[in-house]
């Protein structure tokens, strides 16, 4: 099954800056991968979603990579603002042809004001 | 206009216990899933229903017993609690098999 790598050390950026945040997958190549938002003591709240055959989607400040041969999706967020910290978990499905999600632990991003 | 609801908030028990978790949706999606949350922050699947049949089942003990009554509510009824079974459990929903839209979680303590 799909193993997802997402850096467990908490990143700490000032505000103004771009964080950006790391998914690493092993084995087959997803059909789509998502990001989600986490805040303490509540559920995760969906981000973006980008396909296989989709380079880079972007929302707002917001943008999402994806590349197959690095099997790795990069998150960023321009102009980060202390009300970005929080822990964000990258998705995909459990394996080929699968709808079960599989997710990353998730990175915790703290922004400095 | 709460999306995805689940009650209780907060569930603190008695080892041995039985209990219950409700959740419901006002989207009009029509797959519900129930998610564990371990203390060490990894979220899995345990169940997913389509239209109120049961489409995913993960390993999960056979003392997790899900109920769908219908396409907006999705209960999940847990026998003879242990203590690992503590841990915050993620009601979710999604009009495709894709996108999951959460509730605020139940926080489950067993003593």
């Known amino acids: 099954s799909q193993k997802i790598e997402q850096n467990s050390e908490a990143l700490n950026i000032q505000e103004g800056k771009t964080a950006t945040l790391t998914c690493n997958y092993t084995?087959?190549?997803?059909?789509?991968l998502q990001w989600y938002r986490q805040d303490p003591g509540r559920g995760p709240v969906f981000l973006l979603l980008?396909?296989?055959?989709?380079k880079e989607k972007r929302k707002e400040r917001l943008k999402v990579t994806f590349d197959t041969t690095l099997k790795q999706s990069l998150f960023h967020i321009t102009a980060s603002q202390p009300a970005d910290s929080a822990t964000y978990l990258c998705?995909?499905?459990?394996?080929?042809?699968?709808?079960?999600?599989?997710f990353g632990r998730g990175t915790s991003l703290i922004v400095h004001p | 206009d709460t999306a995805v609801s689940q009650t209780p908030k907060y569930l603190v028990t008695q080892m041995g216990n039985d209990k219950s978790i409700k959740c419901e949706q006002n989207?009009?999606?029509?797959?519900m899933y129930w998610y564990k949350q371990d203390s060490k922050k990894f979220l899995k699947i345990m169940f997913s229903?389509?239209?109120?049949?049961?489409?995913i089942n993960e390993t999960v003990p056979n003392r997790f017993s899900p109920k769908s009554p219908d396409k907006a509510h999705l209960n999940l009824h847990i026998n003879s609690l242990e203590l690992g079974d503590s841990a915050v459990y993620f009601c979710?929903?999604?009009?495709?098999?894709?996108?999951?839209?959460f509730g605020p979680g139940t926080r489950l303590l067993v003593l």
């Open positions: 979710a929903s999604s009009p495709l098999l894709e996108t999951q839209y």
């Open positions: 084995n087959y190549s997803p059909a789509y």
């Open positions: 980008i396909r296989e055959n989709e």
């Open positions: 998705a995909l499905p459990a394996s080929g042809g699968s709808y079960i999600p599989t």
């Open positions: 989207l009009g999606h029509d797959t």
């Open positions: 229903y389509n239209n109120k049949e049961l489409i």
